[in-house]
């Protein structure tokens, strides 16, 4: 199964001005944060202390992921990578090793 991480901040351009807009759909995002967390969409998440970006990894496939992400743009920003479990990196080493010793 392929692991996603997702590094993700705001969108300044349509972030709301006023205060009480701003924290009102910074609720409604950790609400759906929250729902992703709870459903499996996402296994973790986190916001970096400067509250202006952060992380969060799922293991959806692609396509479950697409619909997943789409409820928070354009308000966030994603920039997503699939990544590798350390028994996939060693596995992968141990595959070139291999095959250089042929």
């Not at 972030?15 to 996402?42: F, R």
């Not at 998440?45 to 293991?59: A, F, K, L, N, R």
Request: glycine share 6%.
């Amino acid at each position: 199964m392929t692991r996603f991480y997702i590094k993700f901040k705001k969108n300044p351009l349509t972030m709301p001005t006023a205060p009480e807009e701003q924290i009102k759909l910074w609720m409604k995002l950790l609400g759906d944060v929250k729902k992703d967390l709870a459903s499996g969409g996402m296994t973790d998440w986190g916001d970096c202390v400067d509250i202006g970006e952060g992380y969060c990894i799922s293991e959806l496939d692609e396509q479950k992921l697409h619909t997943m992400i789409l409820k928070y743009v354009p308000f966030i920003i994603f920039d997503i990578k699939p990544v590798l479990t350390v028994d996939q990196v060693m596995e992968s080493i141990q595959r070139v090793v291999r095959a250089q010793s042929r």
